[in-house]
């Protein structure tokens, strides 16, 4: 029960913020990483100049694909290709999936261009892969998964 004596109490008491636990961030390294009700293996981080020969068109000069590479060890395999997960990169970026590549398909998410590049990605077929627009000039990298964890990527980023 709140017990106020002033109204100038009661006012500073509901402007006060709420704390919230730190977020840690889980290092992709790790053998096995769970999320909400899914647990997964982080098998590569690629960096190409288009997705499995697409080019986003939100791409601009000096960005470059991050294709992020799943093995899903447990969990509903459609429910988590329909997560939204972002990139997140220094100092305020983040970056939706715009192509999903599972099942030996790919599936836009934005617009995007067919290019004449090809792409020396290939995700194995029973895994599932998010394709990232980033900057090209930033190394470190991070997951947001919806469900709250956050997996920095730089362990597996050579």
Same mark, same amino acid.
């Given at each position: 029960?709140?017990?106020?004596?002033?109204?100038? *109490?009661?006012?500073? /008491?509901?402007?006060?913020?709420?704390?919230?636990?730190?977020? #840690? =961030?889980?290092?992709? *390294?790790? !053998?096995?990483?769970? *999320?909400?009700?899914?647990?997964?293996?982080?098998?590569?981080?690629?960096?190409?100049?288009?997705?499995?020969?697409?080019?986003?068109?939100?791409?601009?000069?000096?960005?470059? /694909?991050?294709?992020?590479?799943?093995?899903?060890?447990?969990?509903?395999?459609?429910?988590?290709?329909?997560?939204? /997960?972002?990139? #997140?990169?220094?100092?305020?970026?983040?970056?939706? !999936?715009?192509?999903?590549?599972?099942?030996?398909?790919?599936?836009?998410?934005?617009?995007?261009?067919? #290019?004449?590049?090809? =792409?020396?990605?290939?995700?194995?077929?029973?895994?599932?892969?998010? !394709?990232? /627009?980033?900057?090209?000039?930033?190394?470190?990298?991070?997951?947001?998964?919806?469900?709250?964890? #956050?997996?920095?990527? *730089?362990?597996?980023?050579?």
């Amino acid at each position: 029960m709140l017990k106020c004596t002033s109204l100038y *109490s009661l006012v500073v /008491v509901l402007m006060m913020p709420s704390i919230s636990p730190a977020q #840690t =961030s889980i290092p992709a *390294s790790r !053998a096995s990483i769970a *999320s909400g009700e899914f647990r997964f293996r982080i098998v590569t981080v690629a960096f190409e100049e288009t997705a499995m020969g697409f080019a986003p068109s939100d791409m601009g000069p000096g960005d470059r /694909v991050m294709l992020v590479e799943f093995e899903l060890l447990e969990g509903s395999r459609d429910s988590f290709k329909n997560l939204e /997960v972002q990139a #997140t990169y220094a100092p305020d970026g983040k970056s939706s !999936a715009v192509i999903l590549i599972a099942d030996g398909m790919v599936r836009m998410l934005s617009a995007v261009t067919m #290019t004449g590049k090809s =792409s020396d990605f290939r995700p194995a077929e029973d895994n599932v892969a998010w !394709a990232f /627009v980033v900057p090209g000039d930033t190394v470190d990298f991070s997951l947001e998964f919806p469900t709250g964890e #956050t997996i920095d990527l *730089s362990p597996l980023i050579k």
